[in-house]
């Protein structure tokens, strides 16, 4: 885990003020290149990864834990899981694009597989 990665955990989720403003491409490709598999499509609408286990028990047991920090942190990813790995999606649909919480939420995710 690099030293951007770990500031992330120590942040939380903040609201989202009216009016706020998407994360600008130049941050969100910044946070990306330290968060292995993490990726935005082109329109940087929301940033994704899909995480591999060995079966359908670990990828359940997964989307529990990221369920409780989801939860934790008041920020919710679009989750979708089949037999032996999830996507995880995560935007701000308030600002119709990615915010910190977004990247918060990508770090802590990763960390909880550490």
């Known amino acids: 885990m690099q030293n951007n990665e770990l500031a992330l955990l120590d942040q939380k989720c903040q609201n989202i003020p009216k009016n706020s403003k998407a994360l600008i491409i130049p941050r969100i490709e910044s946070h990306l290149s330290q968060m292995l598999g993490w990726e935005a499509p082109l329109n940087?609408?929301?940033i994704e990864k899909k995480f591999q286990f060995k079966?359908?028990?670990q990828v359940?047991?997964?989307v529990n834990a990221v369920t409780w920090l989801a939860h934790k942190e008041?920020?919710?990813p679009k989750t979708c899981f089949e037999y032996n790995y999830c996507i995880i999606t995560l935007?701000?649909?308030s600002i119709k694009g990615i915010s910190q919480n977004d990247i918060i939420m990508a770090a802590k995710i990763d960390n909880l597989l550490t």
């Open 55 to 57: 079966n359908y028990h």
């Open 44 to 46: 940087y609408f929301y």
């Open 74 to 76: 008041d920020h919710h």
């Open 60 to 62: 359940v047991s997964f």
């Open 91 to 93: 935007t701000t649909h």
